[in-house]
């Protein structure tokens, strides 16, 4: 690889995105970067605050800055400041400003899966919930000027193969 790159993986909850991702980085010698909110005390009990969120963006910013510092190839980010803002929208119904240090290459918007997997912090059992809530993240993200490659539900390796694929193109020029 010339360039190294910083790969994010988007999405809503239950959208596969954390498994993509490590997947990617694993088959590609990337550094992975997990979604830190899972490891937040104030996430944890349910009482964050948009100003928990502007910490964990600011958390995420700099471990991605640090892995990609220490790379070959570059850092794959388990979600960014874009799941952040939405979640203070739509929770706080306040906007909140969430620098980026590492600017993004390639931003991968994982679709959400009809089988709900159970997780302490996932809010949105009902598929057609998580669909409508997508449909407005999408929006959400296409109003910042975000453009986002989808990966539709698919077999782990169908979409690893897709993402791979787009990032040895983005890499290769």
Same mark, same amino acid.
């Given at each position: /690889?010339?360039?190294?790159?910083?790969?994010?993986?988007?999405?809503? @909850?239950?959208?596969?995105?954390?498994?993509?991702?490590?997947?990617?980085?694993?088959? /590609?010698?990337?550094?992975?970067?997990?979604?830190?909110?899972?490891?937040?005390?104030?996430? &944890?009990?349910?009482?964050?605050?948009?100003?928990?969120?502007? @910490?964990?963006?600011?958390?995420?910013?700099?471990?991605?800055?640090?892995? /990609?510092?220490?790379?070959?190839?570059?850092?794959?980010?388990?979600?960014?400041?874009?799941?952040?803002?939405?979640?203070?929208?739509?929770?706080?119904?306040?906007?909140?400003?969430?620098?980026?240090?590492?600017?993004?290459?390639?931003?991968?918007?994982?679709?959400?899966?009809?089988?709900?997997?159970?997780?302490?912090?996932?809010? /949105?059992?009902?598929?057609?919930?998580? &669909?409508?809530?997508?449909?407005?993240?999408?929006?959400?993200?296409?109003?910042?000027?975000?453009?986002?490659?989808?990966?539709?539900?698919?077999?782990?390796?169908?979409?690893?193969?897709?993402?791979?694929?787009? &990032?040895?193109?983005?890499?290769?020029?």
């Amino acid at each position: /690889m010339i360039k190294k790159l910083r790969i994010v993986f988007s999405g809503i @909850e239950n959208s596969g995105k954390t498994t993509l991702a490590r997947a990617v980085a694993y088959e /590609m010698g990337f550094e992975f970067v997990e979604e830190q909110c899972r490891y937040n005390k104030s996430v &944890i009990e349910g009482v964050e605050t948009p100003e928990t969120l502007v @910490e964990i963006n600011a958390l995420q910013e700099s471990m991605a800055l640090e892995s /990609m510092n220490g790379s070959v190839n570059g850092v794959v980010c388990d979600t960014s400041a874009m799941e952040l803002r939405m979640w203070s929208k739509g929770k706080f119904e306040t906007d909140i400003e969430c620098p980026i240090e590492v600017p993004i290459d390639l931003t991968f918007l994982c679709q959400t899966l009809v089988e709900f997997e159970e997780d302490p912090l996932r809010q /949105m059992p009902n598929y057609s919930d998580r &669909i409508e809530h997508e449909k407005e993240f999408l929006e959400f993200i296409h109003s910042e000027g975000v453009r986002v490659k989808i990966i539709a539900p698919a077999t782990l390796e169908a979409r690893k193969k897709k993402v791979i694929s787009s &990032i040895k193109k983005l890499a290769n020029g």
